[in-house]
């Protein structure tokens, strides 16, 4: 296979990107990933304590990051 096959085959595959970002609901936010890994994957929950259990399930064999509360997409402070 020659460098622009593979260039061609790379750019196909990846998509149209999205035009704005994603908005996230009301709601409790954990991110989990592998461990070593930067990027992860968000886990909204509807109440404090179901946060704290999720993360604490998660814990055991990835990396979590607690996120916080979030509010109209954007995180709340008490």
């Known amino acids: 296979m020659s460098f ?8 196909k595959s990846r998509g149209r990107p999205r035009e704005r970002t994603v908005q996230l ?8 990933c592998n461990r070593g890994v930067k990027k992860g994957m968000k886990i909204r929950s509807e109440s404090q304590e179901t946060m704290q259990h ?6 055991q064999y ?3 990051i607690i996120l916080g ?7 709340f402070l008490n």
């Open 54 to 59: 999720t993360a604490s399930q998660y814990a």
């Open 69 to 75: 509360e979030f509010k109209n997409g954007k995180p």
């Open 25 to 32: 609901k009301n709601g409790f936010y954990i991110e989990v």
């Open 4 to 11: 622009k096959k593979f260039i061609l085959l790379l750019m």
């Open 62 to 64: 990835k990396e979590v």
